[in-house]
């Protein structure tokens, strides 16, 4: 199994920055992917950022340019830099990872959120 916990949410103006950090426990081994999701008000349910063991990453077109996706295999830990904040980016924003590798049951996993609120 693996457990999923997110930090570094919170208040910034726009054009801002956070840096979110997801630290992941248990079977990190099994992770193939993990990534962030968001869902704002009025909005349906928004992959923003994923990357995978072999390093591809994938941005969602909203947050091309402005965020950076990077992991730490050493500490367990994927990292979300968000700059250039503007206030349609704010939402709660969870962690995922899909635990798929070889000898591994496939099972997705979720963080319990951590809140961005991009705002003057």
């Known amino acids: 199994q693996v457990h999923l916990v997110e930090s570094g949410g919170g208040l910034v103006q726009p054009g801002g920055s956070l840096r979110l950090s997801c630290a992941a426990s248990?079977?990190?081994?099994?992770?193939?992917?993990i990534g962030w999701y968001r869902q704002a008000p009025g909005k349906e349910r928004e992959l923003v950022a994923s990357?995978?063991?072999?390093?591809?990453?994938y941005y969602a077109d909203s947050v091309k340019g402005r965020f950076t996706i990077s992991r730490d295999n050493a500490k367990n830990t994927m990292y979300l830099q968000m700059n250039s904040l503007k206030p349609e980016d704010t939402t709660v924003y969870y962690c995922?990872?899909?635990?798929?590798?070889?000898?591994?049951?496939?099972?997705?996993?979720w963080g319990q959120g951590t809140q961005v609120t991009v705002s003057s």
């Open positions: 990357i995978s063991f072999g390093g591809s990453t």
């Open positions: 995922n990872a899909d635990a798929d590798a070889l000898g591994c049951v496939r099972t997705d996993y």
């Open positions: 248990g079977d990190t081994i099994c992770i193939s992917t």
